[in-house]
């Protein structure tokens, strides 16, 4: 459990980009979100006995009733730190997590503090981040219903994001008061379940952080199309019937936006040792959005020469494949998560330049050079 000094507030001005890029892409109250991620899973069941040991009831009642009443800095890392003894020591994996938290007001002032649960192995907090929330100790009728906040929690997000760009999803959780809100952030937006009520529920921050532990990776939003050989080491992309194609940690081109295509890419190669010659490329079309990927496969199947080289594609999910069972108010954008890898690795593999090559692309593939 680890702390760090108070964190900078973006300001009403810099929060106005992000406010027009959620616009129409934020959804409170989804119906049927706590039974889609918590009921039913292959952990429900572990977490429900751990809470009901006897050696941890005592633990777990306390922690339900601290809660409500956390005025300090001090006092929340202290429960955290408590929680993390509990519940850490569920199952070897569990080992590898750890909390930190950064409070985000003044001395003198009601606290409100981040929290992070990350990959202990890992030193930046948004690199290593599985899940991420926020503690205000004040009345959740103010603070829950205020824009700004929403903005700035929205923003913690994002930094997530900026930091695991070809990520699938991200938990939040936002605790105002007595009040528990849930998040979900994808490519297509933002979405919480109903407001919770932990004084008439006071175990469920504990469950629903117990959850967050014994999720797997892929469960928890990361991509797991990206294959770590072991611990900190190189990692990998694989399509069907083809190579492994090795990644290198740095990017060529990232986003720092949550809501659109979210193009990641890296650059690769078929060895771990061999100069890059691969870009791996990940990205969230909209349906209908198929130009790019048609124009390579056609240069692909005419043996084009001078334009990038189709090495493999492969879809992976679907905006619309994770919010599968809720219901929301009004339509939301489907997009859809897909791995390319091309040839050459070159600066005109950036997303800068793929204007060029498309025009390259339609016109060598175009009918007329059949």
Known sequence: MSSTPLLDTPSEAALQPLRDELKGSVFRGVDGFFAKYFEGKSWSAAVQNKMQETKSAEVVSKLSADVLDLAHFDA???WLAAFQSLFFAVDQASFSFRFRSQPLSKPGCPLRASIYLETSDLQVVAGSTRVFGEYHHADATVVAEDDSDILRFCERARQVFKAQSARRFLYGFLICGTTL??????????YSSEKFDLAQRPDLLVQTLAGYTMMRDEESGFNTFVK??????DSYV??????KLYLRPELIAAPGYIVGLGTTCYAASVSTTGEPDVVIKFSWREDGAHAELRLLE????RNVWGVIRLLGDQDLVSIADLRHGLQFPQPFVNRTFSCVATAPCATSSR???????MQRLSIATSPLRT
């Open 238 to 243: 694989a399509f069907d019937q083809c190579d």
């Open 228 to 233: 770590p050989l072991r611990p900190r080491s």
């Open 181 to 190: 809100e849930l998040w979900v952030f994808d490519r297509s937006g933002a």
């Open 351 to 357: 997303p800068s330049d793929l204007s060029t090559w």
């Open 76 to 78: 929340l890392v202290e």
């Open 298 to 301: 056609r240069a692909r199947e």
